[in-house]
């Protein structure tokens, strides 16, 4: 067995939208030093395989190992799903999540994840008997050793409620839509930190253009030598949100771990939480 790495990243770099560019931006991620890559075996929105590909160039260049980064990747129904689907449609759900992982493992060319999700559960508002039977094939997958972990996604504080209630064990993540105008989902992250569910928030700044254009929040980040989008990534930290950001520039990119290294004044991650819900 390979060494397994233990840790979970401080920020993870996402690869939704990045089509023919999938490849070489994960490369440029992990020499810009994000060992988090999170994706999905969803052709729709993501290019697992160009995930692959970019992974193996970093390790052929020597930049990173397997066991030095976490990998992400998640299942899709197939209503969020195009034509190039990653199983047998007419299989049973709990054989769909055992096609699409051992597609996602030979897509990234390795024999564990360290984080398999639920993309989104299959009601609006409801854990459904599908869910119920894809949370469980997915536990399978993990008690085999091909996923260390388990996660949800899009999920609301019903659907965690309701999760909880029907199985024995709760998720190491959530990743939702992280919104200021519902308190950076704040229903949803305390349910987290009383569960010790590390919550990963995405669309921190394309969900929240009224935080990233507000000009004193410019004006402080002016202040303190950093954008605006540094200062969201380090209040997300502040408040214990794991950030994910698909940028596909390089300079954003050192700018975005660069912002780990920012310390926000108490008040300021006090004013950013409350400042839009
Ligand atoms: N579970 C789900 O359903 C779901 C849904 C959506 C996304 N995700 C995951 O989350 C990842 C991130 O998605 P996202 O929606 O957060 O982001 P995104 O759509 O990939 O876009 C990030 C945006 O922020 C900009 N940006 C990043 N860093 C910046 C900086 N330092 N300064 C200025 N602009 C900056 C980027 O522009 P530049 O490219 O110009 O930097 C880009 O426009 C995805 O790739 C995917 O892995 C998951």
């Known amino acids: 067995m390979p060494a397994k790495r233990s840790s979970v990243p401080d920020f993870i770099y996402g690869t939704a939208w990045k089509e023919d560019r999938t490849a070489a931006l994960t490369e440029l991620a992990i020499r810009a030093g994000f060992r988090g890559i999170d994706t999905a075996n969803q052709r729709r929105h993501y290019h697992e395989a160009g ?14 190992t397997r066991a030095d980064l976490f990998l992400q990747t ?7 799903q195009d034509h190039r689907l990653p199983y047998d449609p007419t299989a049973s759900l709990a054989t769909q999540v055992t096609q699409s992982l051992a597609s996602s493992l030979d897509h990234l060319a390795t024999d564990y994840i360290d984080s398999f999700v639920l993309h989104g559960p299959s009601s609006g508002h409801d854990w459904t008997d599908a869910d119920a039977e894809v949370w469980e094939a997915m536990r399978k997958e993990r008690d085999a050793g091909r996923t260390r972990l388990l996660g949800v996604s899009n999920v ?19 990743q939702n839509r992280c919104f200021a105008g519902l308190g950076w989902d704040r229903e949803v992250r305390s349910f987290c930190s009383e569960h010790k569910i590390t919550y990963q928030g995405f669309s921190l700044l394309t969900a929240n253009p009224e935080v990233v254009q507000h000009p004193p ?46 310390t926000l004044p108490p008040g300021l991650v006090q004013a950013m939480e409350s400042m839009a819900g």
């Open 156 to 174: 609301s504080l019903q659907h965690l409620e309701r999760l909880e209630s029907a199985h024995a064990e709760l998720p190491a993540f959530v």
């Open 74 to 80: 998640k299942f899709t129904y197939q209503r969020g």
């Open 51 to 64: 995930v692959g590909e970019g992974l193996a160039a970093a390790y052929r260049a020597g930049i990173a």
């Open 217 to 262: 929040l410019i004006a402080v980040a002016a202040q303190m030598n950093a954008t605006p989008a540094q200062l969201v990534f380090s209040f997300a930290r502040a408040v214990g949100i794991l950030p994910l950001t698909g940028t596909s520039s390089a300079e954003h990119m050192q700018q975005d771990l660069a912002s780990l290294s920012l």
